[in-house]
């Protein structure tokens, strides 16, 4: 097993719990984002995700997903349908990620598997600051600073976006909207979400 430094991602999501979801209007266009995200790296597997909130609650997808992006194999999931065969799932899921050296603040298989939506998008945001910086390499930062500076290269031509960090920057949807516009225009309408966010602040 790889040693990764903390890199402060457990900082990160501990500051997404306590946050909270406040705003329905942000709550709903995260979830619109990150399942533009997993979905992308889902259809690599033949399947995708409809409902955030459910269709990650009894573990398969999320192991599944887990492992598109790493390309490592996590252990058989439990084929069953009861409650604690998807407890089971989220936890081998959990782990893995706790594997690589990520510290998840507050969340737990329970809140996966209730549908917990809070608990949910910050297990996906926790996933992508882990594994989106493994492809990237700049010299002489470390790993949370060359993901930073990657995001504020490919978000650089959006007028709207003003990446700094990886909290405050992110609030609104936009830059992670941004990011997905850049990469996959497809699969979102970013310029009509834009729109959206400069009349209802």
Request: hydrophobic share 40%; proline share 3%.
């Amino acid at each position: 097993m790889d040693d990764y430094p903390s890199d402060g991602y457990g900082e990160e999501e501990e500051e997404w719990d306590r946050e909270g979801l406040l705003d329905p209007a942000w709550e709903k266009q995260q979830k619109k984002t990150f399942t533009a995200w997993c979905n992308s790296h889902l259809r690599k597997a033949g399947t995708q995700i409809e409902d955030i909130d459910e269709d990650f609650k009894n573990g398969l997808k999320l192991m599944l997903l887990l492992e598109v992006i790493s390309g490592e194999q996590l252990p058989r999931p439990d084929r069953g349908k009861m409650r604690f065969h998807k407890i089971a799932n989220v936890n081998k899921a959990l782990d893995f990620i706790a594997s690589k050296g990520v510290r998840l603040v507050s969340i737990g298989a329970e809140e996966i598997v209730d549908g917990n939506c809070k608990m949910t998008l910050g297990m996906i945001w926790t996933i992508i600051l882990r594994f989106a910086i493994q492809d990237i390499t700049v010299e002489e930062l470390t790993a949370k600073e060359g993901l930073l500076l990657w995001c504020q290269r490919k978000t650089a031509p959006y007028k709207n976006v003003n990446v700094q960090n990886f909290h405050m920057s992110w609030k609104d949807g936009l830059a992670f909207c941004a990011l997905i516009h850049r990469h996959r225009p497809e699969l979102i309408d970013y310029y009509k979400l834009s729109r959206v966010n400069t009349l209802h602040p």
